[in-house]
């Protein structure tokens, strides 16, 4: 049974906070129940379904030829524009690629990369055609024992997927060579989206996401580790793609049809023009970025 946890070292007590269902890909009507620490902020799923694998279909990742996937790099540059303001070069760590635009755009910019994913149908394409270093496994705290050590770890909107986000960060630290960077990207629960919306976020994205992590509860445990916050942000592209689908997918999850579904995602994308001002400012973005320096060896805690 898998067990989400609270923000270690904090004292802070936990509410039931809100209940939700599965509105984004309706799987089916069960309702999950999330905790929240007023105290770290943190948000959390308590009663994580036994069958978590049903909630990501087979379809869940689209799988996109060689060309497709150029396309897509180079229509994405935010991700790789990032991590070369502080790395060009050196090897490079991405946990849960998904089938890899990401890692195919820091292969083509030169990193020596490695990747760590739990879907086998996207760690045979990431081997097999966009041809970087893979290591299947749902577990990427522990696999991460088992590699060399790198310059970037970056995590693009999966922390907030994995059972133990606190050993996956001090594995990170613990695996980064002195001075490397660690990316995180992630839903921010201090959104003004999640504010107005409620259990109708889609970035809740009930059960898939087992946390919304507060950017300030993990730069606190990052900085017992070792790791100095130098960026945060909820303003960038990255975060302003997420609030434009905040809205759109808002709409869409309130009808069903190809057709009608369109036209709510168009509608959606029009509503995210004028809401944008409301959105502008941190931290009220949907998503935000976060990257860490090593600053030391050794982390001091776990």
């Known amino acids: 049974m898998i067990q989400t946890k609270h923000t270690p070292g904090c004292q802070g007590s936990e509410i039931d906070w809100m209940q939700a269902t599965d509105l984004n890909l309706r799987i089916d009507a069960k309702e999950?129940?999330?905790?929240?620490?007023?105290?770290?902020?943190?948000?959390?799923?308590?009663?994580?379904?036994?069958?978590m694998g049903d909630y990501y279909p087979s379809d869940y990742y689209a799988i996109p030829t060689i060309e497709q996937l150029a396309i897509i790099a180079k229509a994405n540059p935010f991700k790789i524009d990032t991590i070369q303001r502080y790395k060009t070069q050196g090897s490079l760590l991405e946990i849960g690629p998904a089938y890899g635009v990401f890692s195919f755009q820091a292969k083509q910019a030169g990193f020596e990369v490695d990747v760590i994913e739990m879907d086998e149908r996207c760690c045979n394409y990431l081997s097999q055609v966009v041809g970087v270093n893979v290591t299947c496994s749902d577990s990427p705290h522990d696999?991460?024992?088992?590699?060399?050590?790198?310059?970037?770890?970056?995590?693009?909107?999966?922390?907030?997927?994995?059972?133990?986000?606190?050993?996956?960060?001090?594995?990170?630290?613990?695996?980064?060579?002195?001075?490397?960077?660690?990316?995180?990207a992630a839903p921010n629960p201090q959104a003004w989206q999640f504010h107005i919306m409620g259990k109708l976020w889609p970035h809740l994205d009930a059960p898939?996401?087992?946390?919304?992590?507060?950017?300030?509860?993990?730069?606190?445990?990052?900085?017992?580790?070792?790791?100095?916050?130098?960026?945060?942000?909820?303003?960038?592209?990255?975060?302003?793609?997420?609030?434009?689908?905040?809205?759109?997918?808002?709409?869409?999850?309130?009808?069903?049809?190809?057709?009608?579904?369109?036209?709510?995602?168009?509608?959606?994308?029009?509503?995210?023009?004028?809401?944008?001002?409301?959105?502008?400012?941190?931290?009220?973005?949907?998503?935000?970025?976060?990257?860490?320096?090593?600053?030391?060896?050794?982390?001091?805690?776990?």
């Not at 943190?42 to 036994?50: C, G, Y």
């Not at 946390?211 to 017992?224: D, G, R, V, W």
């Not at 905040?246 to 190809?258: D, F, S």
Request: glycine content about 4%; overall charge positive; aromatic content about 10%.
């Open 32 to 51: 999950f129940r999330y905790l929240h620490c007023a105290h770290c902020g943190l948000i959390r799923l308590e009663n994580v379904p036994d069958n």
């Open 143 to 184: 696999a991460m024992s088992t590699l060399r050590s790198h310059d970037v770890i970056a995590l693009w909107h999966v922390i907030e997927h994995l059972p133990n986000p606190w050993a996956l960060i001090c594995a990170a630290a613990e695996n980064l060579k002195p001075d490397g960077v660690l990316v995180m």
């Open 208 to 302: 898939r996401h087992l946390y919304l992590l507060p950017a300030e509860a993990l730069t606190e445990y990052a900085k017992t580790l070792g790791l100095e916050r130098i960026h945060f942000s909820t303003t960038d592209s990255d975060a302003k793609q997420w609030n434009r689908f905040g809205w759109c997918r808002l709409l869409m999850n309130r009808v069903r049809g190809k057709w009608i579904s369109r036209l709510a995602f168009v509608l959606g994308a029009v509503l995210s023009v004028f809401m944008a001002p409301f959105e502008s400012s941190d931290p009220k973005g949907s998503a935000y970025t976060l990257v860490f320096r090593k600053i030391n060896q050794t982390p001091v805690s776990k």
